[in-house]
């Protein structure tokens, strides 16, 4: 059963092809890495997805009733504006209910907390945003998209700017997560991330899909991951130590 389908997606911005006639089946609870080179589409598969941009041809199916939840990059987020934990995670409940003076219920605060608690981050809800680590921060905008319980959730760079332990803390918890939803992840950090991914798609302006994680092979790259050798080194999905650790396995 797929959650999401993407059928022959064409998207052009003015005389620029981002992608072109690109395919890809996303699995129900999934754990999707999608790489590739910068300005190769991986954004722009986000925003389709999302129907924030609208393609020339092709489409984007979900699943019946199925509802998408975003984590953007938090390099996009204004860490200045001040604003607490607890009210950037209840702005999850604004999307549909957008007017002036609006007072959240009493379920959407129980959710939140339990939300905040799960997530390690009751003690620190009344914080400040500028005042959080990386890894809190990125561990604030994943429950402020899960307070409305999507079912696929979309990353953008979950890991950018993280240290080694932080990157592990955020992983782990969407392992967790995976068990009950869909998770879908663009990213450069595919070493750190390739024991939790079961399925990867590489991204450039058309899509090569690899499911299921088999062992590295050199000599049929290509073949494992519809990805030319040249991009995954450039992406991070593998690097030479990776490479020669294969080697000397054969």
Request: aromatic share 6%.
């Amino acid at each position: 059963m797929n959650d999401v389908e993407i059928k022959g997606l064409t998207v052009y911005y003015g005389n620029v092809c981002a992608l072109e006639n690109a395919c890809l089946n996303i699995r129900h609870k999934a754990f999707l890495g999608i790489i590739g080179p910068n300005g190769g589409g991986k954004s722009t598969l986000l925003k389709a997805m999302l129907n924030l941009v609208k393609p020339i041809s092709g489409e984007v199916v979900t699943r019946k009733d199925i509802t998408l939840g975003y984590v953007p990059q938090f390099a996009s987020f204004d860490k200045s504006f001040p604003i607490s934990v607890r009210e950037v995670v209840l702005m999850g409940r604004l999307e549909k209910m957008m007017h002036p003076f609006y007072q959240y219920g009493k379920k959407d605060i129980l959710q939140a907390t339990a939300l905040l608690e799960r997530l390690g981050l009751l003690e620190i809800q009344k914080r400040q945003i500028g005042d959080l680590s990386g890894g809190q921060l990125q561990k604030v905008l994943i429950a402020r998209a899960l307070l409305t319980n999507p079912d696929v959730l979309l990353l953008d760079e979950p890991s950018s700017s993280l240290d080694s332990a932080a990157k592990t803390e955020v992983f782990d918890f969407l392992k967790e997560l995976n068990q009950e939803k869909t998770i879908v992840v663009v990213t450069h950090d595919m070493e750190h991330i390739f024991n939790y991914i079961d399925s990867l798609a590489c991204v450039s302006r058309s899509i090569h899909y690899h499911d299921e994680n088999k062992e590295i092979d050199i000599d049929n790259i290509d073949e494992i991951f519809g990805c030319p050798l040249n991009v995954l080194l450039q992406t991070g999905a593998l690097n030479r130590r990776m490479i020669e650790r294969s080697r000397k396995n054969d």
